[in-house]
């Protein structure tokens, strides 16, 4: 079982930027793909970001490719979430999440993923 929990969300103005955290419990988050996705009012939930277990494979929904960059650090149980140049259209409830299963390459839909954070709003005022 790991619990997850994301920190760093706020109001910000477009074109700043903000590092969400997430946080997770357990002793074996360096074995866990671990991916960010997000979720405006009105709209399913969407992929931003995936890392895998030992951090050397990425992979970025088209939309954030070269403002976003997500990191892991497994000495401390956390990934991280880089968001530059934001823009309105970031706007969202942003959630981490891990796949319970070891070793597993990144993956870019909801249903992959087992474990799941309570989301920290990001608001990017234009």
């Known amino acids: 079982q790991v619990q997850l929990v994301e920190s760093g969300g706020g109001l910000v103005q477009a074109g700043d930027s903000l590092r969400l955290s997430c946080a997770a419990s357990?002793?074996?988050?360096?074995?866990?793909?671990m991916g960010w996705f997000r979720q405006a009012p009105g709209q399913e939930r969407e992929f931003v970001a995936t890392?895998?277990?030992?951090?050397?494979?990425?992979y970025y929904a088209d939309s954030v490719k070269g403002r976003f960059t997500i990191s892991r650090d497994n000495a401390k149980n956390t990934v991280y979430l880089l968001m530059n140049n934001l823009k309105p259209e970031d706007t969202a409830v942003y959630f981490c999440?891990?796949?319970?299963?070891?070793?597993?390459?990144?993956?870019?839909?909801?249903?992959?993923?087992?474990?799941w954070g309570q989301g920290t709003q990001v608001t990017v005022s234009s």
């Open positions: 999440a891990a796949d319970a299963h070891f070793f597993q390459d990144p993956r870019d839909r909801p249903h992959d993923y087992d474990y």
């Open positions: 357990g002793r074996t988050f360096s074995f866990h793909a």
């Open positions: 890392i895998n277990y030992n951090g050397e494979n990425t």
